[in-house]
C-alpha cells in the first residue's frame, strides 16, 4: 500500500542558494511512467491530494474512483497510451495509502534514543534526519527505493559557514541511518548509497577572504560513500593526485557505478534494455563493469 519509488526533500537549516532541479529528478527516464517516483512532503499532507475532499466519504470515493478507471480503461483500449494505465494505478495507489501513509508519517511510536541518535533536527518534519527516520521507516514496510535529497551544496561563496551548515544538517543522520538499519537487521538487504552529480574544487573561487570564498564544480573526480546490500566495508577505492584533480589509480565512471547498484541488485546491467522512441537504452549505455573491489 506503498509506492515502490519515494522521494523526499529537506531543506538546508543554513541559508541557501538551492536550485529547483531536484523537482526534476525522479522521473521515469525511458522507462514506463508507473516507474517514476511519488514525492513525500512535510506536513499534515505528506502527499497532495491523498485525503478525500470534504464531504466526500469513503465509500462514495471508491465508487468515483471506479468510474473514472472504467474510463480510462476504454481509452486504453483505443489508445495503447503506458500515460493511461498508470494512471490506473495511481488513482487506487493513491487510495490504498489514505491508510498506510498517516500510520507512516507518525513518529510518535519512535523511542527517544532514535531521536537521540538522529540529532537535534530529527523531530522536525521536513528535515534530512526526520527524512532519514521515515527512510527507515519506508524500508521496513518494503518500499524498495527511496531517494533523499538534501539542498545547498552549490557553494561558489560563502563556503566557511555554509558548509558546516549542511555537514550539521547531514552527518549525524546519515550515520545513524546506516546503524539504525544493522541494528534492526534491514543493512544485509539494504543498499546505501551517498553521493551528488560532481565534486568541487580544492582551490578557491571568488575572493579569497577568511568569510566568503567557495569552490568551483569539478566533475573530473569526487567521491562517494556506499554501504549494505553486499559492499565491502572499510575499503577506499579509487585514488587521486595531489592536488585533488585527476584520478591515478582505479578510477569509477558512472557507468561503473550504475553497472555495480545493478549487479547488487541481481539485475545484470547489459540485460537491462527498454526500447524508447526508437533505440535500445540502458543505464550504462554501451559501457560500464562492475567494480568487484567494492563487493563482498
Given at each position: 500500500d506503498?509506492?515502490?519509488?519515494?522521494v523526499?526533500?529537506?531543506?538546508?537549516s543554513?541559508?541557501?542558494?538551492?536550485q529547483?532541479?531536484?523537482e526534476?529528478m525522479?522521473?521515469?527516464?525511458?522507462?514506463?511512467?508507473?516507474?517514476q517516483?511519488v514525492r513525500?512532503?512535510?506536513?499534515?499532507?505528506?502527499?497532495l491530494?491523498?485525503s478525500?475532499?470534504?464531504?466526500?466519504s469513503?465509500?462514495?470515493?471508491?465508487?468515483?474512483?471506479?468510474?473514472?478507471?472504467e474510463?480510462?480503461?476504454?481509452h486504453?483500449?483505443?489508445d495503447a497510451?503506458?500515460e493511461?494505465?498508470?494512471?490506473?494505478?495511481?488513482y487506487?495507489?493513491a487510495?490504498?495509502?489514505?491508510r498506510s501513509?498517516?500510520?507512516?508519517?507518525?513518529l510518535?511510536?519512535?523511542?527517544e534514543s532514535?531521536?537521540a541518535?538522529y540529532?537535534?533536527?530529527?523531530?522536525?518534519p521536513?528535515t534530512?534526519a526526520?527524512?532519514?527516520?521515515l527512510?527507515?521507516r519506508l524500508?521496513?514496510?518494503?518500499?524498495r527505493?527511496v531517494q533523499l535529497?538534501h539542498?545547498g551544496?552549490?557553494?561558489?561563496?560563502s563556503?566557511p559557514?555554509g558548509?558546516?551548515?549542511q555537514?550539521f544538517?547531514t552527518?549525524?543522520?546519515s550515520?545513524a541511518l546506516?546503524r539504525?538499519?544493522?541494528q534492526?537487521g534491514l543493512?544485509e538487504?539494504?543498499?546505501v548509497?551517498w553521493?551528488g552529480?560532481?565534486?568541487r574544487t580544492v582551490?578557491?573561487?571568488?575572493t579569497l577572504t577568511?568569510t566568503?570564498?567557495g569552490?568551483d564544480h569539478?566533475?573530473?573526480?569526487y567521491s562517494?560513500?556506499l554501504?549494505g546490500g553486499g559492499?565491502?566495508?572499510?575499503t577506499?577505492?579509487g585514488?587521486?593526485?595531489d592536488?585533488?584533480?585527476n584520478?591515478v589509480r582505479?578510477p569509477?565512471h558512472?557507468?561503473?557505478?550504475n553497472?555495480?547498484?545493478?549487479?547488487l541488485l541481481?539485475i545484470?546491467?547489459?540485460?537491462?534494455t527498454?526500447?524508447f522512441?526508437g533505440?535500445?537504452?540502458?543505464?550504462?549505455?554501451v559501457?560500464?563493469?562492475?567494480?568487484?573491489?567494492?563487493l563482498?
Amino acid at each position: 500500500d506503498l509506492p515502490a519509488f519515494v522521494v523526499m526533500i529537506s531543506r538546508p537549516s543554513g541559508p541557501t542558494n538551492a536550485q529547483p532541479l531536484h523537482e526534476r529528478m525522479w522521473g521515469a527516464g525511458f522507462l514506463p511512467p508507473r516507474y517514476q517516483g511519488v514525492r513525500f512532503s512535510p506536513g499534515k499532507d505528506p502527499v497532495l491530494y491523498l485525503s478525500d475532499p470534504p464531504g466526500i466519504s469513503r465509500e462514495r470515493r471508491r465508487g468515483m474512483l471506479d468510474d473514472v478507471a472504467e474510463l480510462n480503461r476504454l481509452h486504453a483500449e483505443s489508445d495503447a497510451d503506458p500515460e493511461i494505465s498508470a494512471r490506473i494505478d495511481q488513482y487506487e495507489l493513491a487510495f490504498r495509502m489514505q491508510r498506510s501513509v498517516p500510520e507512516l508519517t507518525d513518529l510518535s511510536g519512535e523511542s527517544e534514543s532514535v531521536f537521540a541518535a538522529y540529532g537535534p533536527e530529527s523531530k522536525k518534519p521536513g528535515t534530512f534526519a526526520a527524512n532519514c527516520i521515515l527512510a527507515r521507516r519506508l524500508a521496513e514496510r518494503g518500499v524498495r527505493f527511496v531517494q533523499l535529497y538534501h539542498r545547498g551544496w552549490d557553494q561558489h561563496g560563502s563556503l566557511p559557514s555554509g558548509i558546516r551548515s549542511q555537514c550539521f544538517d547531514t552527518d549525524q543522520p546519515s550515520a545513524a541511518l546506516v546503524r539504525d538499519l544493522e541494528q534492526r537487521g534491514l543493512l544485509e538487504d539494504t543498499l546505501v548509497i551517498w553521493g551528488g552529480e560532481f565534486g568541487r574544487t580544492v582551490y578557491s573561487q571568488g575572493t579569497l577572504t577568511a568569510t566568503d570564498y567557495g569552490r568551483d564544480h569539478h566533475p573530473r573526480c569526487y567521491s562517494m560513500w556506499l554501504a549494505g546490500g553486499g559492499i565491502r566495508g572499510g575499503t577506499v577505492y579509487g585514488e587521486t593526485d595531489d592536488f585533488s584533480y585527476n584520478i591515478v589509480r582505479d578510477p569509477v565512471h558512472v557507468h561503473d557505478l550504475n553497472a555495480t547498484v545493478l549487479h547488487l541488485l541481481g539485475i545484470s546491467h547489459t540485460a537491462l534494455t527498454y526500447r524508447f522512441q526508437g533505440r535500445d537504452y540502458r543505464l550504462t549505455d554501451v559501457h560500464g563493469a562492475v567494480v568487484d573491489g567494492l563487493l563482498v
